[in-house]
């Protein structure tokens, strides 16, 4: 069934460049609420001894003033997971009597007026981000962004582009290639989107005050909590922030390829949504949103899967793609694993970088609308009910069982596993990227192959079943692992070089603060009139 996947993985082999599949990056960004000693969302400000969120690339904010994001530069697996640790480790020396609560969907919600917005300072840039969440809120709700999640950004390196272009004979500009095949790899992550949930979905259960009265299909776990009997991620399905709210306005980003996906956001972002415009812009001399167009800015819309390119110096990120091409591709649907202080793990991580080469190897013609219906209800069905007995999910127009779809994606992942484990293994693999050669791809994948024969072995199931024995509901489930996780940060060796690095940097990101607003010319009118007009 993947025969091209093998054809091309053999070409790395038999030219000896297989150490070029385990020289990937790997970035981390985890997103986790701040609470206070009772597990309600925390209304203190962004500690200053912790940055400015606006300009320190480490610890920042991202919708809420109370949800803290944690970034790690582009690097190994290893080293990911490592300054992921630290800057966990800097953070609770400066919390004081504050937790980062431990999962995705948090608790003790007073409301939308509990939930404080992001605030980046007077600069213009900080107005702007702090508005376009204001916007947020007026469009979706405040409560939908709050919601935490981690995203797995990755990137091949430019020695494996090139020789993957040589095996393949392609002679257009590297750039191009390079787009063309992050693309393919986007829409083989969409068909098979709705794997990530199932394997790694830890959000079965939600907080009663998460949904505030409203109705829900959820079922009643006990007095706080409600559930679904077999979801894996209530974050990724119809109670989170999701694309379901396009089918309203009308945006559909296109997959085909670098310039449709450009154009296709690009409309969104230039064309007004009579819903948005009964919202307003400027209303008693506040603004409400950056304006009334279908998207606010390219970063509302929200997928899956996005294709990255780092902006510089105030650049459109739909421009820095058009001119510099795809830079990484970030994957957006992990829930943060509850049971994990990072968040994440490194068998996760190994299956994901697997993953990421099943994806780019295999064949990925064009996505058409009815495609594009079934990936949108196959993530759906997963996320509410993807440890169902006999579930079926649509593929190609043919219902198909999800068990047997994961089992034959996982089959043919094998070799790639193989592959990447004997790659590290190789003599000087270790010193050609860093690597320490404990993860081991293949266990990563039995790992998985257990939870999708036995669906009791994925998270969700395990968050269930451990609140039952322990007589919890989700909020004192959530807040007793919160408390686990802060001891095991508390509890670790002092690092001085770490702890010095992270300081520095947040004394650097005030000084920048400052100076962008010293150094602001234009009123904020003319700068959005002004990053608006580029390109």
Same mark, same amino acid.
């Given at each position: 069934?993947? %025969?091209?996947?093998?054809?091309?993985?053999?070409?790395?082999?038999?030219?000896?460049?297989? $150490?070029?599949?385990? *020289?990937?990056?790997?970035?981390?960004?985890?997103?986790?609420?701040?609470?206070?000693?009772?597990?309600?969302?925390?209304?203190?400000?962004?500690?200053?001894?912790? $940055?400015?969120?606006?300009? @320190?690339?480490?610890?920042?904010?991202?919708?809420?003033?109370?949800?803290?994001?944690?970034?790690?530069?582009?690097?190994?697996?290893?080293?990911?997971?490592?300054?992921?640790?630290?800057?966990?480790?800097?953070?609770?020396?400066?919390?004081?009597?504050?937790?980062?609560?431990?999962? %995705?969907?948090?608790?003790?919600?007073?409301?939308?007026?509990?939930?404080?917005?992001? +605030?980046?300072?007077?600069?213009?840039? $900080?107005?702007?981000?702090?508005?376009?969440?204001?916007?947020?809120?007026?469009?979706?709700? &405040?409560?939908?962004?709050?919601?935490?999640?981690?995203?797995? @950004?990755?990137?091949?390196?430019?020695?494996?582009?090139?020789?993957?272009?040589?095996?393949?004979? #392609?002679?257009?500009?590297?750039? #191009?290639?390079? !787009?063309?095949?992050?693309?393919?790899?986007?829409?083989?992550?969409?068909?098979?989107?709705?794997?990530?949930?199932?394997?790694?979905?830890?959000?079965?259960?939600?907080?009663?005050?998460?949904?505030?009265?409203?109705?829900?299909?959820?079922?009643?776990?006990?007095?706080?909590?409600?559930?679904?009997?077999?979801?894996?991620?209530?974050?990724?399905?119809?109670?989170?922030?999701?694309?379901?709210?396009?089918?309203?306005?009308?945006?559909?980003?296109?997959?085909?390829?670098?310039?449709?996906?450009?154009?296709?956001? #690009?409309?969104?972002?230039?064309?007004?949504?009579?819903? =948005?415009?009964?919202?307003?812009?400027?209303?008693?001399?506040?603004? +409400?949103?950056? @304006?009334? @167009?279908?998207?606010?800015?390219?970063?509302?819309?929200?997928?899956?899967?996005?294709?990255?390119?780092?902006?510089?110096?105030?650049?459109?990120?739909?421009? !820095?793609?058009?001119? &510099?091409?795809?830079?990484?591709?970030?994957?957006?649907?992990?829930?943060?694993?509850?049971?994990?202080?990072?968040?994440?793990?490194?068998?996760?991580?190994?299956?994901?970088?697997?993953?990421?080469?099943?994806?780019?190897?295999?064949?990925?013609?064009?996505?058409?609308?009815?495609?594009?219906?079934?990936?949108?209800?196959?993530?759906?069905?997963?996320?509410?009910?993807?440890?169902?007995?006999?579930?079926?999910?649509? &593929?190609?127009?043919?219902?198909?069982?999800?068990?047997?779809?994961? $089992?034959?994606?996982?089959?043919?992942?094998?070799?790639?596993?193989?592959?990447?484990?004997?790659?590290?293994?190789?003599?000087?693999?270790?010193?050609? #990227?860093?690597?320490?050669?404990?993860?081991?791809?293949?266990?990563?994948?039995?790992?998985?192959?257990?939870?999708?024969?036995?669906?009791?072995?994925?998270?969700? *199931?395990?968050?269930?079943?451990?609140? &039952?024995?322990?007589?919890?509901?989700?909020?004192?489930?959530?807040?007793?692992?919160?408390?686990?996780?802060?001891?095991?940060?508390?509890?670790?060796?002092?690092?001085?070089?770490?702890?010095?690095?992270?300081?520095?940097? !947040?004394?650097?990101?005030?000084?920048?603060?400052?100076?962008?607003?010293?150094?602001?010319?234009?009123?904020?009118?003319? =700068?959005?009139?002004?990053?608006?007009?580029?390109?």
């Amino acid at each position: 069934m993947y %025969s091209l996947i093998q054809k091309r993985l053999q070409k790395f082999i038999q030219s000896g460049e297989e $150490g070029l599949l385990c *020289a990937g990056h790997v970035g981390l960004e985890k997103e986790s609420l701040r609470v206070d000693s009772e597990g309600s969302l925390a209304q203190t400000p962004h500690a200053e001894i912790l $940055g400015a969120a606006l300009t @320190n690339p480490y610890i920042t904010t991202d919708y809420s003033e109370a949800l803290l994001e944690l970034i790690t530069p582009p690097g190994d697996m290893s080293e990911a997971t490592r300054f992921m640790q630290q800057a966990h480790q800097f953070v609770y020396t400066n919390l004081k009597e504050e937790l980062l609560w431990a999962g %995705s969907m948090p608790c003790v919600l007073a409301g939308e007026t509990s939930i404080p917005l992001a +605030r980046y300072g007077k600069s213009n840039a $900080g107005n702007m981000k702090t508005v376009y969440r204001r916007g947020l809120g007026y469009r979706y709700g &405040r409560v939908m962004q709050v919601i935490a999640g981690v995203h797995f @950004n990755y990137s091949f390196s430019d020695e494996f582009w090139q020789a993957f272009q040589k095996h393949e004979k #392609d002679s257009q500009p590297l750039k #191009d290639f390079i !787009a063309e095949r992050y693309f393919g790899l986007l829409r083989n992550l969409q068909r098979i989107g709705w794997l990530i949930p199932y394997l790694f979905g830890a959000s079965p259960a939600v907080c009663k005050s998460f949904l505030h009265g409203q109705e829900t299909d959820l079922e009643e776990f006990d007095a706080s909590t409600y559930y679904g009997p077999y979801a894996t991620s209530l974050r990724m399905g119809d109670i989170g922030y999701q694309n379901n709210k396009e089918n309203e306005v009308g945006v559909k980003a296109n997959y085909d390829g670098l310039e449709s996906y450009i154009d296709s956001l #690009d409309c969104a972002i230039e064309t007004s949504c009579p819903r =948005y415009e009964k919202i307003g812009v400027v209303v008693d001399g506040t603004y +409400r949103q950056l @304006n009334t @167009n279908i998207l606010q800015i390219e970063n509302e819309y929200y997928s899956t899967v996005r294709p990255k390119q780092p902006p510089v110096d105030g650049e459109k990120p739909m421009l !820095a793609l058009k001119r &510099r091409g795809v830079k990484y591709i970030e994957l957006r649907s992990l829930d943060v694993n509850i049971f994990e202080p990072l968040g994440v793990n490194e068998p996760q991580l190994c299956f994901l970088e697997s993953l990421m080469f099943f994806c780019l190897l295999d064949d990925s013609p064009s996505i058409n609308d009815i495609e594009r219906i079934e990936i949108d209800q196959n993530e759906m069905l997963t996320a509410h009910r993807g440890r169902e007995p006999g579930l079926n999910l649509m &593929r190609c127009g043919k219902e198909v069982l999800l068990k047997q779809w994961a $089992g034959e994606i996982l089959s043919g992942m094998k070799e790639i596993c193989e592959t990447l484990d004997g790659a590290e293994a190789l003599d000087g693999a270790e010193a050609q #990227d860093g690597r320490s050669g404990e993860t081991n791809y293949m266990s990563s994948l039995m790992a998985q192959q257990a939870a999708v024969d036995n669906p009791e072995q994925t998270p969700s *199931a395990k968050i269930l079943a451990e609140m &039952r024995e322990q007589g919890e509901g989700f909020y004192h489930f959530a807040r007793r692992m919160a408390e686990q996780h802060a001891k095991y940060f508390n509890d670790l060796p002092e690092n001085d070089e770490a702890m010095r690095l992270f300081k520095t940097e !947040a004394q650097k990101s005030l000084q920048r603060q400052k100076e962008m607003e010293a150094s602001d010319t234009l009123s904020f009118d003319e =700068y959005l009139n002004d990053y608006f007009s580029q390109g």
